[in-house]
């Protein structure tokens, strides 16, 4: 069933412990995770993430974001319409989905790398690894997905910029209330499934989803350390020093 958020005034409260956290430490704490339990979320919980993505900034306030968040019975529908496009092979991706040729496919190639090994999957389990993709696609578990989606604005750079700092915004505020997200391309693969099963106009394109709710704290990729790149290798300083 469909339902509009109503409108609220006044800022969302934080009962979780890491509220003590600072805003810093929030940031480079936070981390995607990749098997969750089956609790659900409090609604009052989802709705002070909802408001704190909602205070993301976009192009001349233009707010370009459409999101559906999917629970419950409908979670499950959603799941199972992906795994059958999947297997079907059923691809309808609104945007190009590669890594180049350089130094961005050697980044992901050695995600993946760190991911399979934890979970020990040899590169030649292909039984392994095809089952680790339809994970993705029962949202590892998690009780809710969000799916978000973008309007076609111009290129649509602008717009999904936009959407990206929204998400930013949804995941620090899951993470700063104690539970867990993680952003999902792979969603994208197939939305045309996603648009039919949720009744989405096609005019919007289907960016990513969140899968969120509570990280299950034993799983072999709970903590899975991924690294970044130095700051040298991102940031140019013209006039500027860094303390």
């Known amino acids: 069933m ?6 609220s005034t006044g800022a969302s409260e934080v009962t979780s412990p890491t509220t003590a956290l600072s805003f810093s430490d ?12 089956p609790d659900p979320v409090p609604p009052e919980v989802i709705r002070g993430v909802l408001e704190d993505a909602q205070s993301a ?35 309808s991706s609104d945007f190009t989905d590669t890594y180049g ?33 339809r994970d993705n696609l029962r949202f590892y578990g998690a009780p809710h997905v969000a799916m978000l989606f973008v309007p076609q604005l111009g290129d649509g750079v602008r717009a999904a910029s936009d959407v990206g700092m929204y998400g930013q915004n949804f995941l620090l505020s899951l993470h700063a209330r104690g539970f867990h997200g993680v952003p999902q391309a792979v969603h994208g693969l197939f939305a045309d499934t996603v648009r039919k099963k949720l009744g989405v106009s096609d005019e919007f394109k ?38």
């Open 2 to 7: 469909n339902q509009r958020i109503a409108h």
């Open 26 to 37: 929030v940031m480079r704490s936070r981390h995607s995770v990749r098997e969750f339990l």
């Open 57 to 91: 900034p976009s192009h001349s306030n233009t707010q370009p974001w459409l999101v559906h968040v999917v629970s419950g019975a409908a979670r499950d529908e959603l799941s199972a319409e992906l795994l059958a496009a999947y297997d079907e092979q059923r691809f």
């Open 101 to 133: 040729d350089g130094v961005y496919q050697e980044r992901a190639r050695s995600q993946g790398a760190k991911i399979y090994g934890k979970l020990g999957i040899a590169r030649d389990d292909q039984e392994g690894r095809n089952e680790v993709i």
């Open 206 to 243: 289907l960016l990513f989803g969140i899968a969120f709710g509570t990280g299950k704290p034993d799983s072999p990729v709970f903590n899975l350390a991924l690294g970044r790149i130095p700051l040298e290798e991102s940031v140019v300083l013209h006039d500027t020093t860094l303390g």
